[in-house]
């Protein structure tokens, strides 16, 4: 009886803590504790009460209207699955965390008037929730992580960029996502538009965090966005190249793009995007990821051709664990085009990546990318950066209808990699950091086009200023604020180098602890110049011998007291 009566007991315990830890009945107790007797609600407008038992409280909040008509006039629901900005409730308990989830002027004041605000874990813990789509059962939100990073503290959140003035397009916000050290996750949000009207786009800007290992903007097809839930999803292998999704453009490190005069993306009111975020924290600390999207946009009529862009994969990789070169070939019959974009991705196991014209018997013609040329600087680095490939812009356009091919037109492209896996098992097509890719993608508009030497379109509302809504510190306690590395001066010469390198940098006062570390991608220490000295104001300099480890991408990494400043560098042989 007694080991009944331990099973009984134990499986009681597990149905309550699993209950316990539904992320909505945390919401829940929340709003129950904090609002039902600390003014949530003014005057004789209560189309809701906080008190109100679990079920019925989600079902008068989950996507229901408000009743005030600032919120209501832009289609805002009380929680919105998968949109915390648009999610009224949320931006009336929010104090501000961050700008997307300001209150305007109309639409009153916030909630917990007269007493405390909720703490921003409180807050964080809503918007997580909200963006993971609100489900009334199920835990996705890991409350304990979020607790230790708006207490303990993590790598500071992003500062949010200046959006777009009002007639010139608008900015998206995903995230923030915790991730843990040494984490590695990727996922992805559908993001209705919910536009008036068809819009151009004639320019795309992301700002997001270095950690990064890649963001990919897609649009769901006509019909489909319906058939994918709202909210962040994580990775699914089998519908990560799902033909529900058109590809618009990929990013690897922060870069704004400027379609050419005369065209533009063409988005429609009802369609869907497809946000695709892959991070690796190789950090010892909690990071918050966000990716903030600004897109810029022209009233419809004035592009005479829409872009397009082509992800191109080759599938078919096998890597044997020998640490020998193994290269791979593919091809498509992609024509009648005129080229504006060619870039490349890989994972850590590339070496290079070149893309060729073809020829008529299916050979390799004249190359038209290189992956270890500095586009942006005109140079050959000698190195492949899988983290950080190259984009060659054409501009007059590549017309592949031409005789550019060494005097013939060209038959469609071969893209060709490298690859060396010097790992402990052999590695073919994945979408973990520890799986390889090979993948390159194309922007271009069909037919023959010259570019226009002038924009088609004047802003009417270029004086605009903008002032950011919330002015509140993104750096939680505890934390120690990151800054760029121009406010020392940091660099590195020569960057890419083969043997020695000069790091330089400029302390504007004394300072109690400085340490100096070369890192490499996955965060490890692979040499200490100097940890917890004390130095003076001036410049300083240090000699740093690269002899001895593997080409390849690393960071030299700055501590300064309370401030860390980080710099790339590249080793070549």
Known sequence: MKKLYGVIVLSLGLNLYAKAQDTWQQVYTLLN???????????????????????DLYNALVGVAPTNSSALGKDDKYIDPGYPARSFLLRKVANCLSSDLALNENEGAPMLSGTEPLLDQEIELIRQWILFGAPETGSPVNKALIDEYYTIGGLPKLEQPTPPKSCEGFQIHMGPIFFEPNEESEFFQKYDLKVADTLEVTGLEIVFNDESHHFILRKFKNGTAQNWPQGLTPLNPLTAFDSDKEYVMAWQNNETYQLPNGTAYKWNPDESLDLNFHMFNYNNDILAGEVYINVFTQPKGNAEKEMKSS??????????????????????????ASIWTLTSHTHKYGKNYDIFLKNADGSKGRMIYDGTYNYLQGFDTGVYDWEHPPTSVFEPFLNLADTINNGQVPNGLIHEATFQNFGSRAVTFGFTSEDEMMIYYAQYVDGVYDILPNPTWTSTCSSETYEAPCLKDSVPNGVAAITGNNTIGLNIFPNPASGVANIEYFLSENASVVTIELVNLLGEKMMVMTTNEQQNTGQHQYQLNSDGFSQGV???????????HTLKFLISK
């Open 33 to 55: 504790t904090n609002c039902a007797d600390a003014g949530c609600h003014s005057g004789d407008l209560q189309d809701f009460n906080v008190t109100l038992p679990s079920t």
């Open 311 to 336: 992800l191109i994969t080759n599938l078919g990789i096998f890597i044997p664990n020998n640490n020998q070169p193994v290269t791979f070939s593919a091809s498509n019959s992609l024509s009648n």
């Open 554 to 564: 690393y960071f030299v990494r700055l501590s300064v007291d309370d401030k860390v």
